[in-house]
């Protein structure tokens, strides 16, 4: 029975990737000939000084800090103007369900945000004050989900977001909103 072609370029590229893939493994590695043990030099990565951490630990702050303002502005604050939560409206539930995801990220960036700012003295002292709004958090996506209260909920996030964004504009790390994606929402 013959072999298509197809099969026989498939297998013939498939051999030469491993076979390149194999040869590249041994790259930066340095062993010794003979029958005695193998001794390997591995690349050490050097450490970061504490001015790039401190840089970083800003950036990954403004990324974390504008993820929750985000979520909280597009799926909690903005519905909840156009009167989405109230009982009656059209497609209420859905959005009570998207307001509790919301809700849940923007608790899980705002913690992030937190540790982050810890890398970072003059952002650890801003957010010192707010830990306890950050916490407050916790239930309430619950409530949301539920449909309880929802004008207060949805100001609690609004005075805690307002705070964090004040705290790191005072710190030099302006944080501005960045609307995540929904399987970044669900994730």
Same mark, same amino acid.
């Given at each position: ?44 990565? *050097? ?63 705002? !913690? ?11 952002? *650890? ?5 707010? $830990?306890? $709004? ?12 539920? $449909? ?27 944080? !501005?909103?960045?609307?995540? *994606? ?6």
């Amino acid at each position: 029975m013959p072999v298509p072609i197809r099969r026989l370029f498939v297998a013939l590229t498939l051999s030469c990737a491993l076979l390149a893939g194999s040869t590249a493994c041994g790259k930066g590695e340095a062993t010794t000939q003979g029958t005695g043990p193998v001794v390997v030099a591995a690349d050490t990565p *050097s450490p970061t000084t504490s001015a790039e951490r401190q840089k970083f630990a800003k950036a990954r702050f403004v990324a974390n800090a504008g993820l929750a303002a985000g979520a909280t502005y597009q799926w909690i604050v903005k519905p909840w103007k156009e009167g989405k939560f109230k009982k009656g409206a059209k497609g209420r539930k859905l959005s009570l369900i998207k307001a509790g995801l919301a809700g849940t990220f923007a608790y899980n960036r705002l !913690k992030a945000a937190k540790k982050n700012a810890e890398g970072d003295p003059l952002l *650890s002292k801003a957010l010192a004050p707010i $830990g306890a $709004g950050i916490d407050s958090l916790k239930g309430l996506p619950d409530k949301l989900r539920s $449909g309880d209260s929802t004008d207060a909920v949805v100001g609690t996030y609004g005075d805690v977001i307002n705070e964090v964004k004040d705290a790191g504009k005072s710190a030099g790390a302006e944080v !501005k909103d960045q609307v995540p *994606s929904a399987s970044q929402l669900g994730g």
